[in-house]
């Protein structure tokens, strides 16, 4: 479905210096630096995936995106979207793909949203009768009536983004970029829009990519991950391997009647495991613990013999953390 | 290719404008304003002078001139340039690219809604003045059918041409990212090359000749002098073809100009 194969972006940036002087310098002898956005990226996505690609702001998930849509034209390598070159055919491309980019909108902001997706039905020549059933399964899953009829700068940010991801589906795409949908929504939101996000995915087979800061999105709806980092992919693989092999550190907390006094002993008692770290402030005490080695029932029996435990809970390490040591590290062995 | 989406773009647009309509409004008393004080002006110029023509052209055409200047500007005028610069300059260019429409299409459709709800809204009061101004100059300027036929396709490829001009510039503005500079510059030259502050008559004769070559008296200047028959019939058709040639020319140019923009694009934001 999609095939990137050895891709990079290079922007030039004229670098302008500080004040005045700077700034007339730059004028008559700007400074050229190449910046690499994404340099030698290659990744294959099948029809029907759900993809999350993630890294930090910068990491050059938008500009893989604005290639893939065909926006900006590779600096060098191939892409290859159903067949179609994105960059060399634009609009043949355009045809086929539906795009979110959650800091912007596709909607005429001064006019009344339905006529946006008169609009819209006109661009993508969508015949009446496919029109009136895809609007009324809009409807279903992302309730758009409430304010078909309201001009779209009049809609609060959640409705916006609802109408946007519908605007996006109405000539029934075969891939779908999400870029950075939920951002800035409430909890609410973002879980109706997952949900639209997944029914569509069922329902139509949809392909789908997703790039996000919000874990909970990715653990929501996607199987397969691609991490990257300063214009490379560092990771891409699945979700659930990643998160055995960085999520097997689980956090013990535990509110003690008395103040903790016996590190020492705790630490002998528990040698056998090399990732065990035990913080203690009074009476509160936070155990980390390596879920191969120690088991949670060996820490609360100690525990519970030596103190009376008032209050315990137990959490396993969120997505967001293993990303986190993830770009921290580098590299990747699975 | 069919043209369906982009008439949807011209009546989005139409609307948009429709729900702006205060602004048009607002508009209108500027140009009538605008108008006003061009004609006091000239007034005063024509009762400081001994003559009662300057170069050919007597105080009552001269209004004539200027009224027809301005509701031809009206009519002719596009502007692609804000559009273009702000879907530049924060990267909105993006939303349009994604869609499998032509870009320079959709931009030229939009600005026609535009300019459609702004003539549809002017036009009427503005005949009526030119109409009346028409029965109270005793010189009278005879405005034939014919005339008012030529009138009309010359406007046409006027707006063409004003169009495609600034459609380059918007480009230029995208290569040198200096926005409000060349913004600045081409709203004078525009201007002044193109009659709207004085008829091109009151050049001086070589510079008059050379600003007739030049596709800015193409938009605006040509036509009107065509209505007031200040052009003979053998250079009228010169003209026309002149017209047409630069329209030609220059949608060729932008076409290129646009298709080097998009390869070399950056989008900024997001």
Redesign the interface.
């Known amino acids: 479905m999609i095939q990137v194969s050895h891709v990079s972006k290079d922007f030039i940036k004229y670098e302008k210096g500080k004040g005045l002087k700077g700034l007339i310098q730059g004028f008559f002898n700007a400074k050229k630096t190449i910046y690499h956005a994404v340099s030698d990226i290659s990744f294959e996505i099948q029809k029907g995936e759900m993809v999350g690609y993630i890294g930090a702001n910068g990491a050059g998930k938008s500009t893989t995106i604005k290639m893939l849509t065909g926006i900006l034209t590779p600096t060098g390598g191939e892409i290859k979207v159903n067949g179609i070159v994105p960059h060399q055919d634009r609009k043949a491309n355009a045809k086929t793909i539906g795009v979110v980019f959650g800091q912007r909108t596709q909607l005429w902001w001064d006019l009344p949203l339905v006529e946006s997706f008169s609009v819209l039905k006109e661009i993508y020549q969508v015949s009446d009768d496919d029109f009136n059933e895809r609007m009324a399964f809009f409807n279903d899953v992302l309730h758009l009536n409430e304010f078909i009829s309201s001009p779209v700068r009049t809609l609060s940010l959640g409705q916006r983004m609802r109408a946007d991801i519908a605007a996006s589906l109405l000539h029934n795409p075969q891939v779908l970029y999400l870029d950075e949908p939920t951002i800035g929504l409430d909890v609410q939101a973002k879980q109706a829009m997952r949900l639209a996000i997944k029914k569509m995915n069922e329902t139509f087979k949809t392909t789908v990519i997703l790039t996000t800061h919000d874990m909970d999105d990715i653990e929501d709806l996607c199987s397969r991950i691609m991490i990257l980092d300063h214009g490379k992919i560092i990771y891409d693989g699945n979700l659930q391997k990643i998160k055995d092999t960085y999520g097997i550190i689980k956090t013990l907390t535990l509110t003690l009647s008395t103040p903790f006094e016996h590190h020492a002993e705790f630490i002998t008692s528990f040698s056998s495991d090399h990732d065990i770290t035990i913080e203690s402030n009074l009476t509160q005490v936070c155990i980390k613990f390596n879920k191969h080695h120690t088991k949670v029932s060996q820490l609360t029996a100690w525990m519970m013999h030596h103190y009376e435990v008032l209050d315990m809970s137990i959490a396993d390490t969120d997505i967001e953390d293993i990303v986190a040591s993830i770009y921290e590290a580098k590299v990747v062995n699975v | 290719m069919?043209l369906?989406?982009y008439?949807?773009?011209f009546?989005?647009y139409f609307?948009?404008y429709l729900?702006?309509r205060v602004q048009v409004i607002l508009w209108f008393f500027t140009n009538a304003l605008e108008i006003a004080f061009a004609m006091l002006l000239w007034a005063a110029i024509y009762a400081s002078s001994s003559a009662t023509s300057l170069y050919g052209f007597t105080l009552v055409d001269m209004l004539l001139y200027q009224l027809l200047m301005t509701l031809t500007y009206s009519l002719t005028d596009m502007n692609p340039i804000d559009a273009l610069l702000d879907d530049f300059n924060d990267?909105?260019?993006?939303?349009s690219?994604?869609?499998?429409?032509?870009y320079e299409l959709q931009i030229f459709f939009q600005n026609l809604g535009a300019n459609a709800f702004r003539n549809v809204v002017l036009l009427l009061p503005m005949l009526a003045i030119i109409i009346g101004s028409q029965l109270l100059s005793k010189a009278g300027v005879v405005i034939s059918l014919m005339s008012i036929l030529i009138f009309i396709v010359s406007v046409i490829m006027g707006l063409l041409i004003n169009y495609f001009v600034k459609f380059i510039f918007s480009n230029l503005i995208f290569y040198t990212e200096a926005s409000f500079g060349l913004w600045q510059l081409q709203a004078i030259v525009i201007s002044l090359l193109a009659g709207g502050i004085v008829p091109l008559h009151f050049f001086p004769e070589v510079i008059g000749n050379i600003l007739r070559l030049l596709p800015f008296a193409y938009i605006q200047y040509i036509p009107v002098m065509s209505l007031m028959g200040r052009i003979g019939a053998n250079e009228l058709s010169l003209a026309l073809w002149i017209q047409l040639g630069w329209v030609i020319v220059l949608g060729l140019a932008a076409n290129l100009v646009w298709r080097h923009s998009i390869?070399n694009?950056?989008?900024n934001?997001?």
């Not at chain 2, 990267?91 to 939303?95: D, E, P």
């Not at chain 2, 690219?97 to 032509?102: E, G, H, M, R």
């Open positions: 069919t369906r989406p008439f949807a773009f009546k989005a609307l948009v729900a702006y990267g909105k260019i993006a939303m690219l994604i869609k499998p429409v032509n390869k694009m950056k989008v934001g997001g």
